[in-house]
């Protein structure tokens, strides 16, 4: 029977282990929505508002900063309390990595996932291609709608907070926006939507430009080219660099803007060379840790 990205791993580490980060993100997915439903469902008050605009205990605005710049730039000047909750949500993810939104937090992601996921179970093969800058036009002309026309356009389009608002308030038309995301990602360009078009991907990934959180590929000196890492990534290309690089002196810390820091590298990587860390850039000592093997320590390249 083929392997699929992970078996190696869920075999020699077992199934918890190589699923971990995958887990807790879906963890923290469905506990961002389960905030914001507990309220309309439940009569639970914790969050009101949604992923566009939210007040959390009644204390903690938190406002999504590209609606916040479409608005300014449509001419709209923002109440304090918005302005805060944008610095908020700004400085949170310029922290740990602006597309932690993408993959820890976005309820589009899930659909996203799942396409991902039957693609490879059942082999099917979205044959197009696009160019992954497409998405920063996009966000160009996101921003630049609202400078011209003085309306928000792409806030009528936006299937995550059409998808976040839908969930919260009933899916109406909705569910037809994560259907066609669905069947795009399915049949017409792999990880098309996220990968490649979505203007709100592109604004988080320029947020986290300079992110402390990373991934780094510091075991690279153990890696035996399965590539299931490459297979699982929703962003393969930010890989190569850091895990093949050092022979070009390159550091093993994923620096890439699009590296979304969902963790499924580590969570399939049977040689453990994947681990998140603060992006220092001092040398390091990693301690080894497989099953077959004694703990020992290897030394690895300075970040570059
Ligand atoms: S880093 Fe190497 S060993 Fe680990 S999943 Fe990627 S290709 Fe396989
Ligand atoms: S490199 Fe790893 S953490 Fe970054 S997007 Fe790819 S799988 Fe996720």
Redesign the pocket.
Known sequence: MKDFPGDTASAEHGWLKAHKWLLLRRFSQIGVLALFLAGPLAGVWIVTGNLSASMTLGVLPLTDPLLLAQSMLSGAWPVLSGAIGALIVLVFYALVGGRVFC?WVCPVNLVTDLAAWLGRRFDIRAAGRLSRDLRYWILALVLFFPLVTGVIVWEYLNPVSMAHRGLIFGLGWAWTILVAVLLYDLLIVRRGWCGHLCPVGAFYSLVGMRAAVR?SAEGRSRCDDCTD?FH?????Q??KPALKGAARGRGPI?TDLN????????DVCSKRV?RFRMGDRRPIEVPVELPDAQSHRVRTHPFS
Not at 232 to 236: D, L, M, S
Not at 259 to 266: A, E, F, K, L, P
């Open positions: 993959s991934v890492c699982i990534c929703p962003e393969p930010v890989i994923i590296c979304t820091n969902c963790g499924r590298c580590i994947f």
